[in-house]
């Protein structure tokens, strides 16, 4: 599956971002997803994921109530709706896929950098 995240830009602290990731290439409603996002000099870290119809969504803590993931299988393409950033939130933010009943996300779309200024 072919991933394409969009939505990214420079904000200030305190506004909201949606960031979207367009799938193709194999059925999209096959594959749970998620977000995660690597700042400068530090690792790549787990953000939010959905499972496959969109009823079971999981969230770092750093985001809880902040971010919420969703999912239009309709559009093949899976949201993260980012309210209240922080200028911690800045990073490149990927989205990824796995085949359902798969731990390991084997699918990733290229980031989206978000710079959130204070």
């Known amino acids: 599956v072919q991933l394409q995240a969009s939505g990214g830009g420079l904000v200030q602290a305190g506004v909201s971002l949606r960031l979207s990731c367009a799938a193709s290439?194999?059925?999209?409603?096959?594959?749970?997803m998620g977000w995660f996002r690597q700042a400068p000099g530090k690792e790549r870290d787990f953000v939010a994921a959905?499972?496959?119809?969109?009823?079971?969504?999981k969230y770092a803590d750093s985001v809880k109530g902040r971010f919420t993931i969703s999912r239009d299988n309709a559009k093949n393409t899976v949201y993260l709706q980012m309210n209240s950033l922080k200028p911690e939130d800045t990073a490149v933010y990927y989205c990824?896929?796995?085949?359902?009943?798969?731990?390991?996300?084997?699918?990733w779309g290229q980031g989206t950098q978000v710079t959130v200024s204070s």
């Open positions: 990824a896929a796995r085949a359902s009943g798969k731990m390991v996300f084997e699918y």
């Open positions: 290439g194999r059925t999209f409603s096959n594959y749970g």
């Open positions: 959905i499972n496959l119809n969109g009823d079971n969504t």
